[in-house]
């Protein structure tokens, strides 16, 4: 059964994309892969060119409507040039790792063209014992992490020699649009969409309508919680808690920890918390112990950490989370103490009415003028101090043109905050891939051996 691919862009995409204009909210992916070999350049080029038959989004760019009626759309880019997306350099002496690292770390810099498809691939070859480094920069408006694993499998083989692929299929019959047909398009849209509100609307009405005649008082509770909610999670926030990593710049600076995920699964059953659980607490005991060697005294930071919604039914690409914001404890020295304190937060987190309301939202925020959205998004998210993923990855081997995917590290996107940490498992290993904001952590080495310090303490309770 072939995936489904929107023609519009949703409203959490369409806010991503929208309030990116504002360079300290650019919502840019970045994913460095490690191969065993070095793949042959026209067949890495052959590859990539049908992963663009076979995804959509590969071949298609944003297209705005000229009034601002109704949402952004994904149009074929006529003038698709396969070169210009995908890129061959050479690492330079030493030959190491750092070189792809560094890459990763310009991408994560740069803004997209935004007239052209929002991905670049750059293959980084010399790499010691003929190994060769994979960087990959996409939109998150393409999707999020977990669609944007299930695309990334679409380029990969699941032997190193799977045989005769057949011949490449022609690029989908997509939709070409112009901001001037976007406009009706849009009156179009808006007409369904409040043909389906106003359904909504009637259903919500006669549910609340039978609720508060059966209990009015648990239902009055109920309203009085939900705004409640939603008021936290609409709050502005736009100082970050810890003084010590308060700075913000647009450079950036990425660093990588790996360890057998068995040990962390171990660690989360000790504490009778999910991994998740533990992977933040890890990074918080790597945060306390980069404060305290700085004498830096804070008691909380906030943690901006994506709530995965997707649904069953949901397309491949586009974005299925919401982003929540959690004061988390920092100066819990105990590891088993901060593993059990981060998980009852976590869970009344996920527990909050407004998450279930995250949807509704991104749709308030979208209808807003351009600056006022960015302004009140900027103003919930640039009051973060660190940012948390966990990204299911691949449980078994996965190739590209004959080359096996050895390592593979998530760098997500800071969007305000000094550090973005990603865990995303691949065969049995925990890569966590960390970005940071070099005028908030202008240490890297330093703030790195942290963070392997709180993993390693972690990790020695299970």
Same mark, same amino acid.
Request: aromatic letters at 6%; proline letters at 7%.
């Given at each position: 059964?072939?995936?489904?691919?929107?023609?519009?862009?949703?409203?959490?995409? =369409?806010?991503? *994309? #929208?309030?990116?204009r504002d360079p300290y909210l650019r919502s840019t992916?970045?994913?460095?892969?490690?191969?065993?070999?070095?793949?042959? *350049?026209?067949?890495?080029?052959?590859?990539?060119?049908?992963?663009?038959?076979?995804?959509? $989004?590969?071949?298609?760019?944003?297209?705005?409507?000229?009034?601002?009626?109704?949402?952004?759309? *994904?149009?074929?880019?006529?003038?698709?040039? !396969?070169?210009?997306?995908? $890129? $061959?350099?050479? /690492?330079?002496?030493?030959? #190491?790792?750092?070189?792809? +690292?560094?890459?990763?770390?310009?991408?994560?810099?740069?803004?997209?063209?935004?007239?052209?498809?929002? *991905?670049?691939?750059?293959?980084?070859?010399?790499?010691?014992? %003929?190994?060769?480094?994979?960087?990959? %920069?996409v939109h998150h408006s393409i999707s999020d992490g977990?669609?944007?694993?299930?695309?990334?499998?679409?380029?990969?083989?699941?032997e190193r020699d799977p045989g005769p692929t057949g011949?490449?299929?022609?690029?989908?019959?997509?939709?070409?649009?112009?901001?001037?047909?976007?406009?009706?398009?849009?009156?179009?849209?808006?007409?369904?969409?409040?043909?389906?509100?106003?359904?909504?609307?009637?259903?919500?009405?006669?549910?609340?309508?039978?609720?508060? &005649?059966?209990?009015?008082?648990?239902?009055?509770?109920?309203?009085?919680?939900?705004?409640?909610?939603?008021? &936290?999670? !609409?709050?502005?926030?736009?100082?970050?808690?810890?003084?010590?990593?308060?700075?913000?710049?647009?450079?950036?600076?990425?660093?990588?920890?790996?360890?057998?995920?068995?040990?962390? %699964?171990?660690? =989360?059953?000790?504490?009778?918390?999910?991994?998740?659980?533990?992977?933040?607490?890890?990074?918080?005991?790597?945060?306390?112990?980069?404060?305290? =060697?700085?004498?830096?005294?804070?008691?909380?930071? &906030?943690?901006?950490?994506?709530?995965?919604?997707?649904?069953?039914?949901?397309?491949?690409?586009?974005?299925?989370?919401?982003?929540?914001?959690?004061?988390?404890?920092?100066?819990?020295?105990?590891?088993?103490?901060?593993?059990?304190?981060?998980?009852?937060?976590?869970?009344?987190?996920? /527990?909050?009415?407004? @998450?279930?309301?995250?949807?509704? +939202?991104?749709?308030?925020?979208?209808?807003?003028?351009? &600056?006022? /959205?960015? /302004?009140?998004?900027?103003?919930? +998210?640039?009051?973060?101090?660190?940012?948390?993923?966990?990204?299911?990855?691949?449980?078994?081997?996965?190739?590209?043109?004959?080359?096996?995917?050895?390592? @593979?590290?998530?760098?997500?996107?800071? #969007?305000?905050?000094?550090?973005?940490?990603?865990?995303?498992?691949?065969?049995?290993?925990?890569?966590?891939?960390?970005?940071?904001?070099?005028?908030? @952590?202008?240490?890297?080495?330093?703030?790195?051996?942290?963070?392997?310090?709180?993993?390693?303490?972690?990790?020695?309770?299970?």
């Open positions: 059964m072939p995936e489904r691919f929107e023609h519009t862009l949703g409203d959490a995409d =369409a806010l991503m *994309w #929208s309030v990116d992916i970045v994913t460095a892969l490690v191969l065993d070999r070095a793949p042959d *350049w026209q067949r890495f080029l052959a590859r990539l060119d049908r992963g663009s038959r076979l995804i959509p $989004r590969l071949r298609q760019r944003v297209v705005e409507p000229a009034v601002r009626i109704g949402p952004p759309a *994904w149009s074929v880019d006529p003038d698709f040039d !396969l070169t210009y997306h995908v $890129r $061959r350099v050479r /690492a330079p002496r030493p030959r #190491s790792f750092d070189a792809v +690292l560094d890459v990763a770390a310009t991408a994560a810099m740069g803004d997209f063209d935004r007239a052209r498809p929002l *991905w670049e691939c750059t293959l980084v070859e010399g790499l010691p014992d %003929k190994r060769a480094g994979v960087v990959l %920069k977990v669609g944007g694993m299930k695309l990334l499998l679409m380029l990969f083989d699941l011949p490449d299929p022609d690029p989908a019959d997509l939709p070409v649009f112009t901001r001037s047909g976007l406009v009706a398009h849009g009156v179009d849209y808006q007409a369904q969409r409040a043909a389906e509100a106003a359904r909504g609307l009637g259903r919500g009405a006669l549910s609340a309508f039978r609720r508060l &005649r059966d209990d009015a008082a648990g239902a009055l509770d109920e309203a009085a919680r939900t705004a409640s909610s939603v008021a &936290r999670f !609409l709050q502005p926030a736009p100082t970050p808690m810890s003084p010590l990593i308060s700075g913000r710049s647009l450079d950036r600076r990425v660093a990588t920890i790996a360890f057998p995920l068995d040990d962390m %699964k171990r660690a =989360a059953k000790a504490t009778e918390s999910t991994l998740n659980d533990a992977f933040v607490a890890a990074v918080l005991g790597g945060l306390l112990r980069y404060h305290e =060697a700085h004498a830096s005294d804070v008691d909380d930071l &906030r943690m901006m950490m994506p709530i995965n919604i997707r649904g069953e039914g949901a397309g491949l690409g586009g974005n299925h989370f919401t982003t929540a914001r959690l004061v988390v404890p920092l100066m819990v020295a105990d590891p088993d103490e901060r593993v059990r304190e981060v998980s009852e937060r976590c869970k009344r987190l996920r /527990a909050e009415p407004a @998450i279930a309301l995250s949807a509704n +939202l991104a749709t308030l925020l979208n209808r807003l003028p351009r &600056r006022v /959205a960015t /302004a009140l998004f900027g103003s919930m +998210l640039k009051g973060t101090d660190f940012v948390t993923s966990n990204v299911p990855g691949s449980p078994f081997p996965l190739f590209m043109c004959g080359a096996e995917v050895e390592e @593979i590290y998530a760098f997500g996107p800071l #969007s305000g905050a000094a550090a973005n940490i990603v865990l995303l498992s691949h065969c049995g290993t925990c890569f966590v891939g960390i970005n940071t904001d070099l005028r908030a @952590i202008p240490d890297t080495e330093a703030f790195t051996a942290d963070l392997q310090a709180g993993f390693d303490e972690i990790l020695a309770l299970g």
